[in-house]
Nanobody, 125 residues
Framework: QVQLVESGGGLVQAGGSLRLSCTAS????????MGWFRQAPGKEREFVAS????????YYGDSVKGRVTISRDNAKNTVYLQMSSLKPEDTAVYYC??????????????????WGKGTLVTVSS
């Protein structure tokens, strides 16, 4: 059973930075894409970023492009989301996701089969 656990969320002032982590158990992530999504209260889930299995290709959502960087450490079975220049509109629960199939990319419109429970990021103005 694949389990994903996010951490690193919290309260930060606008303009600040946070690094989120997502650690997987149940399988090695080295053959799988990993992605970050977010959902703000009353809004639909939004794609934030994804990274392919090798780390060689990353995709970013338009609303965060240039302010976030996704990375992965396959040895630690962990994917990261470094966020900077945070804005109040970045406030959301951030979820980590990974697909069922090995080597499958995560496109912005995809819905990975496995999800974590999320970590809350609150950006104050």
């Amino acid at each position: 059973q694949v389990q994903l656990v996010e951490s690193g969320g919290g309260l930060v002032q606008a303009g600040g930075s946070l690094r989120l982590s997502c650690t997987a158990s149940g399988r090695a992530i080295s053959r799988y894409s990993m992605g970050w999504f977010r959902q703000a209260p009353g809004k639909e889930r939004e794609f934030v970023a994804s990274i392919n299995y090798s780390g060689g290709t990353a995709y970013y959502g338009d609303s965060v492009k240039g302010r976030v960087t996704i990375s992965r450490d396959n040895a630690k079975n962990t994917v990261y989301l470094q966020m900077s220049s945070l804005k109040p509109e970045d406030t959301a629960v951030y979820y980590c996701g990974t697909p069922l199939m090995a080597f499958a990319n995560i496109a912005p419109t995809d819905a990975p089969e496995y999800w974590g429970k999320g970590t809350l990021v609150t950006v104050s103005s």
